[in-house]
């Protein structure tokens, strides 16, 4: 729960050895990084919203992770974070994202036109097709630190910015405090409505403070382009749709994303972004492009392979069940890189790779072998 | 509004503080540069004005949300107790948790001592809802742990399976569990378990941090119903009781299994004086010696609990202010509890009724846990005789009833004496 910079300076007064957090049982990213001797240094600083060292550790302190599944451990409180912690933040950032070091520049393109192919995935294998991101709003605290003030100027921000769309993206704001019970029905139907978090990595960084206050859910009319208010970050932005056209979904992704984009600038407050992390968001994890792109696919042959890791590996793929555990053979397949490579990178892998996995799933129904098919390392 | 740390520091306890610079406890340094990084009353910096920042409380049910109007709200937005404690962190317990139309939570915490004189203007009238009208500004509150003075105390064994009085205590100059930093914590376990292992006789003991504890004493632990696990009611994890768990976190229990404290749960500590059967007095012997002792004990080493003349014993939650006792019993009463009189006997007995799982739970066939209702305004040894008194009526009650007589509604006892 955040504290802010008052309570900090009293913490001042212990010494680091009774402050330190026990991490012995810990295996998440921030205790791997955060020694005494780094805790000792950044503890007396803070950003200029006044969040702390503390704060940000608190949910990697609460959840000492699984020895199977490594979490991050920390989260940012506002944009300054990473820079005035980063000497926590970049070893973090670096372990989670495949080496990525501080000197690296991470590459923006959200140029629909720059992404071949896409338009022809077998829908015979390919059921759905959807892109996430995220974005925060400059100017206002994130999620695990901002005032209700603060919470309610970005749902105002958003919903003005979002009731400017039009043509395919015309919709609606649903508020999650307000709406009405035939709204919310029909909003579990669609599979939109996002619940209070009861993950306790986000409880135990302060995010679902005040729910429901300013939360809410936008669609356009047809009911392909999403966006979440306020829940993990100020803004989640989904493309979707059924069938294997990720061409078009990146497309509206990307229009969608740029438009509501000019409204925020306008106001002056654009999305946090800078040229070594791209996008700013809550989670160090989801830097970068902050970007999952993925469909839902039919794989039943290929996914019993003995090289199927291997080859979503080399694809630069990973997998995720469809609803947790994987049902008749239907996996999501999604990008398993953030940062460093760009939106377009990023779905032309799942574009590229989807395409290949399908080639060996048909071979593998005819009874063929795939290795000449399985790819470098990419 | 004088502070608690200059009335330690003026007393004759000065003595025994200094005399542990040579120990290096962390209580000397505490006490002498607490001025250097905070000074009192500090304020908190706000970006938006109060009306942005007032909490929609239109669903809400709870005492917190029953009292804060937008101009308290405004009021009290900006100040901060000395350790930094704000407002916003009193009541977010009370905003997250809306509450339940039949059961009325508190919906604030306490952070420290000085939360509940910083935003009295909240906290009085949240205490007064609470405890049945009594005002701190004015109302003084009867410590009294002298249980020679109760009067009978000796259930039927074959109505009372067993008698349990609790209680919480915080240690002075220690923010409270939602807080508390990590240090004041593991200060609070020190300062703690250093007290109970100077009880001897019958209440000597042992702890078992629940960092340390190895397989063989968490099951035996649970076994004895003793071990207590990390919070998972919103009300307590959205005031932020939970972090750090379980981080100076611990049980120590006298080796007859009669007298147990938990260590930094929900409060500072709370202690539990229990045994089977019917014998109240006893356990309520043993309650008042074990507190006495310990408090002697902390007192050699220059502490104190927080104390103050009208709101008694500071604790976490203001329903727990005053004594923060609750004396009961569980108790078999098949007849009694079918009879539609019962709520209303209870009620007029100062008495409630829960499950045998503790206050969350439903009962299980006709045994109840029956316990004091009220907290604050009375005495223990008063409101002990209240439960002994009231216990009695509801097993004579049984009893007539087993006859095929007719039982009384009693009167309504007074509250405040």
């Not at chain 1, 049982?25 to 503390?54: S, V, W």
């Not at chain 2, 509940?116 to 003084?140: C, Q, S, T, W």
């Not at chain 2, 923010?175 to 004041?184: D, H, I, K, N």
Request: charged share 25%.
């Amino acid at each position: 729960m955040p504290f802010g910079n008052t309570h900090n300076n009293f913490k001042l007064n212990f010494s680091v050895d009774d402050e330190y957090p026990d991490l012995s049982k810990h295996n998440n990213h921030m205790a791997k990084a955060l020694t005494k001797e780094i805790y000792a240094k950044l503890r007396n600083k803070q950003t200029p919203t006044g969040f702390t060292l503390d704060d940000i550790i608190q949910t990697g302190v609460d959840n000492p992770g699984h020895p199977f599944i490594m979490t991050v451990g920390c989260i940012a409180g506002d944009e300054e974070s990473y820079e005035v912690f980063k000497d926590l933040f970049d070893p973090v950032i670096c372990d989670r994202h495949g080496g990525y070091k501080v000197t690296d520049k991470h590459k923006t393109d959200l140029n629909f036109e720059n992404l071949k192919g896409g338009d022809d995935l077998d829908p015979n294998y390919v059921l759905s097709s959807r892109v996430r991101t995220g974005r925060s709003i400059k100017g206002y605290a994130l999620p695990p630190h901002n005032s209700r003030g603060e919470r309610r100027a970005v749902e105002k921000l958003s919903v003005e910015a979002l009731n400017s769309l039009d043509g395919e993206f015309k919709g609606k704001y649903y508020p999650l405090k307000s709406m009405t019970d035939a709204e919310q029905e029909q909003l579990i139907a669609d599979h939109f409505l996002f619940d209070k978090p009861v993950s306790p990595l986000l409880l135990a960084a302060g995010m679902a403070r005040d729910w429901p206050d300013a939360r809410g859910i936008w669609h356009n009319e047809n009911k392909t382009f999403l966006v979440w208010v306020n829940e993990e970050d100020h803004l989640r932005v989904i493309s979707m749709q059924k069938g294997g056209n990720m061409k078009e979904v990146f497309r509206r992704f990307c229009v969608g994303l740029n438009t509501i984009e000019e409204v925020f600038k306008k106001h002056n407050h654009g999305f946090m972004w800078n040229e070594h992390l791209g996008f700013i968001l809550t989670c160090p994890s989801n830097l970068g492009t902050g970007l999952r792109g993925g469909v839902h696919v039919k794989l039943p042959k290929l996914s019993e392979h003995p090289k199927f890791e291997e080859i979503l590996n080399r694809l630069r793929l990973q997998k995720r069940g469809v609803d947790t555990a994987s049902v008749g053979g239907v996996f999501d397949i999604s990008n398993a890189d953030r940062i460093g490579s760009s939106e377009v990178d990023q779905v032309q892998c799942v574009v590229d790779g989807v395409k290949l996995m399908i080639e060996m799933e048909k071979k593998l129904e005819k009874g063929e072998a795939i290795d000449s098919m399985i790819p470098a390392q990419k | 509004m004088a502070s608690n740390f200059a009335r330690i520091l003026s007393s004759k306890r000065n003595v025994g503080i200094l005399s542990l610079v040579g120990a290096g406890s962390l209580s000397v340094g505490f006490f002498l540069t607490r001025e250097q990084y905070v000074s009192a009353g500090a304020q908190v910096r706000r970006l938006y004005p109060a009306s942005a920042d007032y909490p929609d409380l239109r669903k809400h049910n709870n005492c917190m949300a029953s009292h804060l109007t937008p101009a308290l709200y405004a009021k009290l937005c900006d100040k901060a107790t000395p350790n930094g404690f704000t407002l916003d962190q009193a009541i977010q317990t009370g905003v997250d948790n809306p509450g339940h139309p039949f059961i009325k939570t508190v919906g604030m915490v306490a952070g420290d001592e000085e939360s509940y004189e910083v935003f009295a203007d909240l906290f009085d009238p949240v205490i007064k809802e609470r405890h049945n009208g009594y005002n701190a500004r004015i109302m003084k509150h009867p410590t009294d742990l002298e249980s020679s003075k109760i009067r009978g105390g000796q259930f039927d064994d074959n109505y009372v399976l067993s008698s349990r009085v609790r209680t919480g205590r915080s240690i002075r100059g220690l923010s409270l569990p939602p807080a508390c930093t990590r240090a004041e914590r593991r200060e609070v376990e020190r300062v703690v378990i250093s007290a109970l292992a100077g009880l001897k006789g019958n209440l000597a003991g042992k702890y078992y941090s629940l960092t340390e504890m190895t397989e063989k004493e968490q099951q035996q632990l649970i076994d004895d119903h003793f071990l207590f696990d990390k919070p998972v009611s919103p009300l307590l994890t959205c005031a932020g009781m939970a972090r750090d768990w379980p981080d100076a976190r611990g049980i120590w229990h006298n080796n007859e299994k009669t007298f147990l404290v938990w260590v930094n749960e929900e409060d500072h500590t709370r202690v539990i004086s229990m045994e089977k059967g019917g014998n109240m007095k006893r356990v309520f012997e043993r309650f008042c010696r074990g507190l006495q002792e310990v408090e002697h004990l902390i007192q050699e080493k220059g502490w104190e609990f927080m104390w103050n003349e009208h709101l008694g014993y500071i604790l976490t939650c203001p329903s727990n202010l005053g004594t923060g006792l609750r004396a009961g019993v569980h108790i078999k009463l098949p007849r009694l509890s079918k009879d539609p009189r019962f709520p209303k006997i209870l009620d007029n007995l100062r008495l409630q009724k829960r499950g045998t799982g503790g206050v969350d739970t439903a009962a299980v066939g006709s045994t109840f846990d029956i316990s004091n209702l009220d907290r604050l305004g009375q005495s223990e040894v008063q409101l002990v005789q209240t439960v002994i008194d009231g216990v009695n009526y509801l097993i004579e009650c049984e009893k007539r009833l087993e006859k095929g007589q007719d039982i009384k509604i009693p009167a309504p006892i007074s509250q405040f004496k």
